[in-house]
């Protein structure tokens, strides 16, 4: 196994066992007449500044660069994606789709293992990528991935690095930065008021996860 592969499976197995325990959730939404709409938060540190908004057909996509950097030439990413009313695709079509698209872009690339859990109820699920040399920008790429599968919507929220290209020496990320990446993926929480199953901030169950 090259040494860079052993390298992004190791960074999933951290991201996995910090991130499954969720975080606090600040959250405002409209409700539904029926059925109350879950309702989604989403922390990042200060430094993150929204760069990007779009929408592709029923998913939103937010971008967020650090202050100090542009859409053009970025070296730290965070997308947000919001698949509306789409809950019925696996965890795992995301990340064989997050693969598909890195090997097609890159000259080698390789995922971790799926690494899968519940947070406050809903399935969630971590993975990494690793791409040696993007054939368009000429660098190298790493990419942390979370997804929640709600009630109503699908969420994924990634971390990026934009990198010098590598080969068989595993790529370097400063500890401070796999630590915030680890807190930026957690902080992507999701609750339903009302619900006993998916509680929201301050009602009854809202500390199980």
């Given at each position: 196994m090259r040494l860079w592969h052993r390298t992004i499976l190791t960074l999933a197995a951290l991201l996995t066992a910090a991130g499954l325990a969720g975080a606090a959730l600040n959250t405002a939404s409209a409700q539904d007449?029926?059925?109350?709409e879950e309702t989604y938060a989403f922390a990042l540190p200060?430094?993150?500044q929204e760069a990007n908004r779009t929408r592709q057909?029923?998913?939103d996509i937010i971008?967020?660069?650090p202050s100090g950097q542009t859409m053009q030439g970025w070296r730290d990413m965070v997308i947000l994606q919001i698949y509306r009313d789409?809950?019925?695709v696996p965890a795992e079509s995301l990340r064989e789709r997050?693969?598909?698209?890195?090997?097609a872009a890159?000259?080698?690339a390789t995922a971790s293992t799926l690494q899968t859990g519940l947070s406050n109820g809903y399935p969630s699920a971590f993975w990494a990528t690793a791409c040696t040399r993007n054939k368009q920008t000429g660098l190298g790429e790493v990419a942390y991935f979370r997804s929640l599968q709600g009630n109503d919507n699908l969420y994924m929220v990634q971390r990026v690095w934009s990198m010098p290209p590598f080969g068989d020496e595993p790529p370097t990320i400063p500890e401070a930065e796999k630590r915030e990446?680890?807190?930026?993926?957690?902080?992507?929480n999701v609750c339903q008021p009302g619900s006993r199953q998916h509680p929201c901030p301050g009602q009854p169950g809202a500390a199980q996860r």
């Open positions: 007449p029926v059925r109350p200060d430094r993150w057909g029923n998913v971008t967020f660069l789409m809950t019925a997050s693969l598909n698209n890195a090997q890159c000259e080698d990446a680890i807190g930026i993926l957690s902080g992507l």
